[in-house]
């Protein structure tokens, strides 16, 4: 058996197919950002490409996690659907709109608590400012961005955006991985199932906050914060069969889906390739109607 150090949700969609960009991030301004179509209040914690009159807006919630926002999330989206008629925008995490916060020294497992609720609270404030404006809003969440909107299902009700996108993720991931992850030690699925945690934690504060981020979020068992809902119908899941970073989908989980009329689509492949544009972009277009 090979140890692996470290996995991270790592959103990897845009890197076998989408266009990159060639521009630095910081020397690039927003998109339209001398036009008024969006308030200054929200472009604070967004960036974003396309028509920002656009009857359609994709809400990216960005993978990691991180500790900057990345436009190359919603340059890609905009280089498949076009920019006449579609709004792609990434909203900041609490992580990522002050780097302080995991740069410096350990965080506890309640701060990145605290922390994800931040992040919950700002992807629900753009999320509301479009479907306000009559705006039809979906939210595409990949890997650790798939953890955000499910916490922002479980905080803010099923019916804050029109759909949903949830890529390599879980309800109930294992105990021992977000305990794990906890103490700032990463671990990884042998064959997507058999949980293995790294014995001792990352040497990298970032890298151990990054660990008690996500357990902040996997520490919960979406199944009971979900269970009250009757239909769950507006979620189309992905989830990959070896996938080795948060395992695959369990019998109890896909049953629970299946019960609240969530879309499971199912893939033979690990966290990248389920994860990849081979993988999204067929699904992408077809659910949120962009042939």
């Known amino acids: 058996m090979v140890m692996i150090k470290k996995v991270k949700l790592i959103l990897v969609v845009c890197t076998t197919i989408f266009i990159s960009s060639c521009a630095n991030d910081d020397e690039k301004p927003n998109s339209l950002e001398s036009n008024v179509g969006i308030s200054q209040e929200i472009k604070d914690l967004i960036v974003f490409e396309g028509d920002q009159d656009a009857p ?10 991180d500790d ?36 410096r020294s350990d ?21 509301k400012y479009f479907k306000d404006d009559g705006r039809t809003v979906y939210v595409f969440g990949s890997s650790f961005g798939g953890l955000v909107t499910q916490g922002l299902i479980a905080k ?13 993720n879980r309800l109930d991931i294992d105990d021992i991985i977000w305990q794990g992850l906890s103490e700032g030690r990463f671990g990884f699925f042998e064959n997507g199932i058999n949980p293995v945690v790294s014995p001792n934690p ?10 008690r981020i996500i357990a902040g979020f996997t520490m919960y068992r979406y199944t009971e914060l979900f269970k009250d809902y009757n239909d769950l119908s507006k979620i189309t899941y992905v989830y990959g069969k070896t996938d080795e970073v948060v395992g695959r989908l369990t019998p109890a989980e896909i049953e629970f889906m299946e019960s609240k009329k ?4 199912e893939g033979n492949g690990n ?8 993988t999204i972009i067929p699904i992408f277009t077809d659910l949120f ?3």
């Open 56 to 65: 359609i807006v994709i809400v990216n919630a960005q993978a990691g996690a």
């Open 68 to 103: 900057e926002l990345h436009r190359d999330d919603v340059e890609d989206i905009i280089s498949i659907l076009g920019d006449t008629g579609f709004l792609a925008v990434n909203v900041h995490q609490a992580q990522t709109i002050n780097p302080d916060l995991i740069n």
């Open 107 to 127: 965080i506890t497992l309640d701060q990145a608590i605290s922390m994800n609720t931040q992040s919950i609270e700002m992807l629900y404030k753009v999320i």
């Open 156 to 168: 803010k009700g099923i019916d804050v955006a029109d759909k949903y996108l949830i890529v390599a």
């Open 202 to 211: 990352e040497e990298n504060v970032i890298e151990r906050n990054t660990a």
């Open 262 to 265: 969530i879309r499971i689509i």
């Open 271 to 278: 966290h990248d390739q389920t994860t990849s544009g081979d």
């Open 289 to 291: 109607g962009m042939k």
